[in-house]
């Protein structure tokens, strides 16, 4: 490696990141500041307080004790490691190879900072589970003596194995992601495993049966210890653990192989690695044995005797292509818009991920409540009721709040389009109903298996779906027009660093989201009164209101629509530099 070539690489990064900082505004500049003084912060308190810990507290335990503590930092430092991955999943390399390959310099340079500016993203695990780590390790040294030395080697090679296996993993992602649909797929069925994996402990409990409330709790902490130790023992992941507790012990032959075997594993992750990144942009990756010639080619049909001819079957006709149809009751136009955004949200890995949200939140809120709630009241139902559909919407915020963002450099065909703005925001609201009312009507039909409402409520909840869904729709139209964001392609991360404006506006919008649903609580609440104050017990006051309401929120969204299209209309072009311009920068 040459070391000038290192400084050189080193001097590009920093001016990089020097320029990416300059096309963000002042006020996102002082939240950055702001977050990484915070993060130093956190990080010497967690090591000072681990240092104490260490010194003071862990002395006096016994070697298994440390075995537990130092799982529990490992598992901490896992899971936060593996979620900031599943986040950052898309960025493999912090500066491209392909870039430099017709440069005289040196491969291995670029790669080494690539690999620890990998390490450095990680923000959460590397700032504050790793000063914990560091600090107890110094503790146990100065309250246990000398023999906890092996910790520094053990954590330095169980450092290098995650991010040498992390690095490796990021590289051949970016080679499955070469290819577009393998990237959807890709991206998709990785941010849903990682969900799925943080769920195991909490979707576990749903498929162990519950302990018989007279039956005694076996507790045999023997077993669970030798248990945990051979687990420690066998899986590389808890080699810093085991290692710990053998030092405690004074057992300095299972530190070593510790040690040894962590450091093999990332010095050939390493390797497999730059191996597999040097083949990719020099053109060799995947090439091997291929197919043969006989196999590759279609194989022919034999003619057929005239005899043997069956009789022609008549063909089918092909299915009307989505994007033919014509939705009812609207202008071609509005149908065109509904169908293409429609489906875009159906194709984009993005907008998959989105939709994965609600169905996680109402299996496991839904879940919670059939457990806490077994007897609900008469009006605690439509009430759990009202809170679902509430929930749907707000996981599906990233969809309607920021709709212009999947269209990308689309979203200059409605520029250029004669189309009324009204008839395009009317388009975009439609693509939203087979999504959100078809997932709302779905819970709500397994609410009313596990909680039957009354008849009378039942149907006013289904009005109450109606009217949520068009003071969402207003709402996110408000937010999509006037605080555009663009976001990268098969991802939900922003394009670009985002302002301080954009956060602001974004924690002003968590605010408003409930206070612009509220209105259709009212109906119910109206209802709980009169039912309170005992007046009028045998009127349905819930349904006839929320049938009232829903015809003049119908009125109402029919005249703010208006309103939004003109103000679409004087925005479009702000819009599209946002998520055109921007997201092909970014």
Request: hydrophobic share 50%.
């Amino acid at each position: 490696m040459n070391w000038e070539h290192l400084r050189a690489f080193l001097w590009l990064h920093s001016r990089l990141s020097a320029n990416k900082s300059k096309r963000t505004g002042s006020l996102s500049k002082t939240l950055h500041t702001i977050l990484m003084v915070l993060a130093v912060l956190i990080g010497i308190g967690t090591f000072c307080g681990a240092l104490a810990a260490g010194m003071y507290l862990l002395p006096r335990e016994s070697p298994t004790t440390i075995l537990y503590v130092w799982d529990g930092l490992v598992v901490a430092f896992l899971f936060f490691w593996v979620l900031t991955l599943s986040i950052e999943l898309q960025r493999s390399e912090l500066m491209p190879l392909e870039k430099f390959l017709h440069y005289p310099v040196s491969i291995s340079g670029l790669f080494l900072i690539n690999y620890v500016a990998s390490i450095l993203s990680e923000h959460i695990a590397v700032f504050f589970f790793l000063p914990a780590m560091l600090g107890i390790s110094v503790g146990l040294v100065i309250g246990r003596g000398a023999a906890m030395l092996w910790l520094f080697p053990l954590l330095a090679g169980f450092i290098l194995m995650v991010t040498a296996i992390t690095y490796q993993f990021r590289g051949w992602l970016a080679v499955l992601m070469l290819n577009k649909r393998h990237r959807r797929t890709v991206v998709t069925v990785v941010t849903v495993s990682t969900m799925l994996l943080f769920q195991l402990p909490y979707l576990s409990r749903f498929v162990v049966p519950r302990r018989a409330r007279n039956t005694p709790v076996i507790t045999d902490s023997e077993q669970f210890s030798r248990d945990v130790k051979l687990a420690n023992m066998t899986v590389p992941l808890g080699w810093l653990s085991y290692g710990a507790m053998a030092s405690a012990e004074g057992n300095f032959l299972p530190p070593v192989l510790g040690i040894a075997g962590m450091t093999l594993i990332g010095a050939v992750s390493l390797r497999r690695s730059y191996r597999t990144t040097m083949r990719l942009y020099t053109g060799n990756y995947g090439s091997g044995r291929t197919k043969r010639a006989s196999e590759a080619l279609p194989k022919t049909l034999e003619p057929s005797s005239p005899s043997s001819q069956a009789a022609p079957i008549p063909a089918r006709p092909a299915a009307r292509p989505l994007m033919e149809m014509k939705l009812p009751w609207v202008s071609e136009r509005t149908s065109v818009v509904a169908l293409a955004t429609f489906r875009s949200f159906t194709r984009a890995p993005e907008s998959k991920m989105v939709l994965l949200s609600p169905l996680i939140l109402v299996f496991v809120f839904g879940a919670s409540v059939t457990r806490w709630s077994a007897h609900p009241t008469e009006f605690t139902r439509p009430l759990i009721a009202s809170g679902v559909l509430m929930m749907i919407l707000f996981s599906l915020s990233g969809l309607g709040t920021n709709q212009f963002a999947f269209d990308r450099s689309g979203f200059r065909n409605y520029v250029l389009a004669s189309a009324a703005r009204r008839e395009i925001l009317l388009g975009k609201n439609l693509a939203l109903i087979p999504i959100t009312l078809g997932m709302a009507s779905v819970a709500l039909m397994l609410l009313q298996w596990a909680f039957p409402m009354r008849l009378d409520h039942f149907i006013a909840v289904l009005f109450q779906m109606l009217t949520m869904f068009m003071l969402y729709c207003m709402l996110s139209n408000f937010i999509s027009i006037v605080n555009p964001t663009a976001i990268a392609a098969g991802s939900l991360r922003p394009a670009v660093k985002p302002s301080g404006k954009t956060l602001l506006f974004g924690l002003l919008t968590l605010v408003l989201f409930p206070m612009a649903l509220a209105p259709s609580m009212i109906p119910l609440a109206l209802e709980f009164g009169v039912h309170w104050m005992g007046w009028y017990p045998g009127i349905p006051v819930f349904l006839m209101l929320s049938i009232l309401e829903t015809i003049g929120i119908v009125f109402l969204y029919s005249w703010i629509l208006d309103r939004e299209g003109r103000l679409l209309q004087s925005r479009e072009l702000r819009i599209l530099e946002v998520v055109a311009a921007r997201a092909a920068e970014g």
